[in-house]
């Protein structure tokens, strides 16, 4: 077709006979002039005329034109948003969102049951720093924290070595040894195994010091996880010298207890100064060398009373500020009630006096110094031979049996 003319409202001018149409409408020659036609504005469900150089409007943009090709130009920026912890959402440089825990529950407001890892007491504002899935974790996995027992001994040493004995005396008692090889736990009760065993390492060596003597080697019992029996035979407590009233004696024992690898439950190892994760950092150390608290054997000379027959111990103390015994038998013109003091005491500048049991009030009163008979002998006891004592005698009135009791004025 040619020979088309128009303006710019839209009319056209048919030139010649060939046909056109426009938009499905034939336009042909009518009486040399042509016919008309009127370009429709566009609009839905109608094709039409459009025109650029709109005004792009908040998000409304206008469209463009690039060699007759139409498009539309949207403004972007790459915008970097940092939110903190109190805006509900952790989110840095586009990493991945965190969603923090929030709760209506103020900071200084505290939990009142444990759940899971989260024990009674915490303060919401230490739950609100965590992450969502940091919170869960929390409370499905608890953090457990190893705790140590120490190793160490137990009755059987101190049980075995007197506090107390008698001077002169001999004492043929074995030692034997009863030890706690201590272990790691979690503070939630579950055992962490070393090398299969629930302590904290075998026994490598160990010594003992006796009645302040030599130290001497034990030899170390595996299969009781402890130490043989110590043979202690022949040794004779001593006499305390000057105007000392006992001699003390100073005993303990060391062991030694190897290195171990901690595995847990789940068989993760860890070197003996790790800690299972995630626990708080802190040092468990499996080996070492542990002492026991140093026992004290007291040798003192002995109190005695009269009896029907002769004498026997009244009292084994050191220094007692007083004490009572009771004399069993009726009086004799030749066996009269009697208590001995060691003459060390007396030399020591200890004063006593006597008291007898009132039967009817009860109580323990006073008898003068007049009514006893004082004199100074040597007696044996045990395997002393010549032990100063000071002898007290009654000299009233024949007395039955009855109760006494030394006081230290």
């Excluded at 171990?260 to 950092?281: E, H, K, M, Q, R």
């Excluded at 006593?352 to 009030?361: D, E, G, R």
């Amino acid at each position: 077709m040619s020979n088309l003319t128009g303006n710019d409202i839209g009319n056209f001018d048919v030139v010649n006979t060939e046909q056109l149409f426009v938009n499905g409408v034939e336009i042909t020659e009518n009486g040399g002039g042509g016919s008309s036609y009127v370009l429709p504005l566009a609009s839905n469900g109608t094709r039409g005329g459009v025109q650029t150089g709109y005004t792009a409007n908040d998000k409304n943009y206008a469209v463009q034109l690039s060699s007759e090709k139409m498009f539309v130009n949207v403004p972007w920026e790459n915008t970097q948003l940092t939110l903190t912890g109190s805006d509900g959402i952790d989110v840095t440089n586009n990493s991945a969102l965190s969603t923090k825990f929030d709760s209506a529950n103020g900071d200084s407001t505290t939990t009142i049951y444990e759940i899971g890892g989260i024990p009674s007491g915490t303060a919401f504002s230490e739950l609100k720093s965590l992450s969502l899935p940091a919170l869960i974790d929390k409370m499905f996995n608890p953090v457990l924290i190893p705790i140590k027992t120490t190793a160490s001994t137990i009755s059987s040493f101190s049980n075995t070595v007197p506090s107390i004995v008698r001077c002169g005396d001999t004492y043929n008692t074995n030692i034997t040894f009863n030890i706690n090889l201590g272990g790691i736990s979690y503070q939630n009760g579950d055992t962490i195994n070393q090398n299969n065993n629930d302590y904290l390492g075998e026994i490598t060596s160990g010594s003992i010091i006796l009645f302040g003597q030599s130290s001497a080697s034990l030899t170390v019992n595996s299969s009781s996880r402890g130490f043989n029996t110590y043979n202690n035979t022949g040794f004779t407590w001593g006499e305390p010298t000057g105007s000392n009233t006992s001699i003390a004696y100073t005993s303990s024992f060391t062991f030694d207890v190897e290195t171990y690898t901690l595995v847990d439950s789940n068989g993760n190892s860890f070197t003996d100064s790790s800690v299972p994760l995630p626990a708080i950092a802190q040092t468990i150390s499996t080996s070492g060398t542990y002492r026991t608290t140093a026992k004290t054997t007291t040798a003192v000379y002995e109190f005695q009373k009269g009896t029907s027959s002769g004498f026997t111990s009244a009292n084994l103390s050191n220094n007692p500020a007083s004490f009572t015994f009771s004399q069993d038998f009726t009086e004799t013109s030749s066996f009269r009630h009697t208590v001995y003091i060691p003459s060390v005491y007396i030399t020591a500048g200890k004063q006593y006096k006597i008291q007898k049991l009132n039967t009817v009030s009860n109580n323990y009163e006073d008898l003068a110094d007049t009514q006893f008979t004082t004199t100074t002998l040597s007696i044996n006891v045990g395997n002393l031979t010549g032990v100063s004592y000071q002898k007290r005698e009654y000299n009233g009135i024949l007395a039955t049996a009855g109760d006494y009791k030394l006081v230290r004025t």
